[in-house]
């Protein structure tokens, strides 16, 4: 007798294959296209794409440039910047600057003889002019904006003669359709206009000069000032009948406050005494001297 065992078929263990939770829970990337673009049936590479729109736009500035070149010139647009004091240049004056006899424009003359760099470079030679840029337009209209110099004072030398300087020490002369509200600097120096600027004890006193410009208050309150020798300043107000020694151009902002505060609490009451001067050249002291 014969006993048959039938055995169960025995199937291989998986292998387990051990992966990040973050591998696993991340969805799978797709690979990017490269950007296309289309042109009906014509698909460009976007590269491609870009160069052909590159060379299509200096071919359209290339041809307004040649047809600029060509109108005639139609007009000229003049804009003077410039503040309430420093307005030395009308229309009239600035295209003299740019060797146009009696500021009239070669209306009619073809764009392509006028030269922007000559133009700006006779611009910039004009001592009251401290920047110029011109462009042209398409209808043919010249544009000139002019930049005016802004002087911090006007300066008196030991015969007479008066200049402007503004605060970086440039010097150009005064105009003859406009005087600025600065204040008056007189001093033991003699340069002239054409001379380059070499007085010590005016330059020193640019910092001080510069403040009361940007100051509303000193700016309309002071009117001259007198340098000495050893660069020491005294200032003059404009009604008031004192003086101000101020001594050295140090301490700035504090000397001017210690003047404000003696002006504020002294000066503006109706039965305040006369004085003659007031000093703040020494540190931390208002000295008043009656008259």
């Not at 060797?99 to 070669?106: C, E, F, K, L």
């Not at 300087?165 to 440039?170: L, M």
Request: aromatic content about 8%; glycine content about 6%.
């Amino acid at each position: 007798m014969f006993l048959w065992i039938n055995s169960p078929t025995r199937t291989a263990t998986p292998v387990r294959q051990n992966r990040p939770i973050e591998e696993i829970a991340a969805p799978k990337k797709k690979k990017s296209a490269a950007a296309v673009f289309t042109l009906g049936k014509l698909k460009l590479p976007q590269g491609l794409a870009i160069l052909l729109v590159g060379i299509g736009l200096l071919v359209v500035l290339a041809l307004v440039n040649r047809y600029q070149e060509s109108v005639t010139l139609s007009g000229v647009q003049v804009n003077v910047i410039a503040k309430a004091d420093n307005a030395f240049m009308n229309d009239e004056r600035v295209m003299e600057a740019m060797g146009w006899v009696a500021g009239v424009a070669p209306l009619g003359e073809k764009m392509d003889m006028v030269h922007l760099k000559e133009l700006e470079d006779s611009l910039r030679k004009s001592p009251f002019v401290k920047d110029a840029e011109l462009y042209k337009s398409i209808q043919g209209v010249l544009h000139v904006e002019v930049t005016m110099r802004e002087p911090v004072a006007r300066l008196m030398n030991n015969s007479g003669a008066d200049v402007y300087i503004d605060a970086n020490g440039k010097k150009f002369p005064v105009s003859t359709i406009h005087s600025a509200n600065v204040p008056l600097v007189r001093g033991d120096f003699d340069e002239a206009v054409a001379d380059t600027f070499s007085c010590e004890t005016v330059l020193s006193a640019l910092p001080v000069l510069t403040f009361i410009k940007n100051d509303p208050f000193w700016n309309d309150y002071i009117s001259e000032i007198s340098v000495d020798g050893n660069g020491e300043l005294t200032l003059y107000p404009r009604m008031d009948p004192m003086s101000i020694e101020f001594g050295h151009a140090i301490r700035i902002s504090e000397k001017f406050r210690d003047t404000k505060v003696f002006l504020d609490q002294v000066m503006s009451h109706s039965d305040r005494p006369r004085f003659k001067q007031i000093s703040v050249k020494y540190n931390g002291q208002v000295v008043a001297t009656k008259r």
